[in-house]
């Protein structure tokens, strides 16, 4: 579960020694908590996937795909609620009138595609599908698979609906991009009252010549998010190990 960081990665991303904001105080409460997933799907996490060439370092050293089994397996030892919140898009999404750059290359590349909500012509295997590592633990008829997010937040799809109706208020959050639909989704679940916790290498981002997407996200949540934990702590907190 180590990062497979280079030497210069590795300082660059390493936490502060003497950081000057407080430690966190968030203390895991199986009771009402819930791991929540981003985008888990071919397009952000597979060689296949269209957006390997911008995100496939970042996957690769962060060991993405073996800590999100890692947190997945956990949840399900520790009962506690799981939640899918995809990305998908369908024809009509590709007549919006603007569009910022990232969703520009999304549309471009045909990121997430779908023929349809109500099909699933060409979706198994597709880019838009899970994984198939994940599609034990997502297609379980446990797991939360909401409906999908549009642009990089929550806020158009039912994730606080399910969570809420769940009694869950405290939340783990993994998955992609890091500095996109993950920092998205902590920002509107802190603002709705949540107490949110990211697994700093169960996310990765884009590394391209415009910035370091991972870097970019790290540091936001340093300032934000209630805890910043790795995957072995949260599989040890899941455990109840302290």
Aim: a negative charge.
């Amino acid at each position: 579960m180590k990062p497979n960081y280079s030497p210069r990665s590795a300082e660059l991303y390493a936490d502060t020694l003497t950081p000057a904001l407080p430690k966190s105080t968030m203390v895991l409460d199986r009771e009402r908590s819930a791991l929540v997933v981003i985008d888990p799907q071919v397009d952000v996490m597979s060689p296949r996937g269209r957006a390997w060439p911008a995100v496939g370092e970042s996957v690769t050293e962060n060991n993405l795909v073996p800590n999100l089994i890692a947190l997945f397996e956990a949840a399900r030892k520790a009962e506690i609620a799981v939640a899918v919140s995809p990305h998908y898009y369908y024809c009509w999404d590709h007549h919006w009138r603007w569009q910022a750059p990232l969703e520009k290359f999304q549309h471009d590349a045909g990121v997430f595609d779908r023929k349809g909500p109500y099909t699933v012509d060409g979706f198994r295997a597709s880019g838009a599908d899970f994984l198939e590592e994940f599609k034990p633990y997502i297609e379980d008829g446990r797991t939360i698979i909401c409906s999908p997010h549009k642009l990089y937040g929550p806020q158009a799809n039912d994730l606080k609906f399910q969570l809420g109706k769940r009694g869950v208020n405290q939340v783990i959050l993994a998955g992609m991009l890091a500095n996109m639909c993950v920092e998205s989704h902590m920002r509107d679940l802190l603002e709705a009252g949540f107490e949110v916790a990211v697994v700093r290498d169960a996310v990765a981002a884009p590394k391209l010549p415009d910035g370091d997407g991972y870097l970019a996200a790290l540091i936001n949540y340093r300032f934000m998010a209630n805890a910043v934990w790795t995957t072995d702590e949260t599989v040890n907190r899941l455990a109840g190990i302290p």
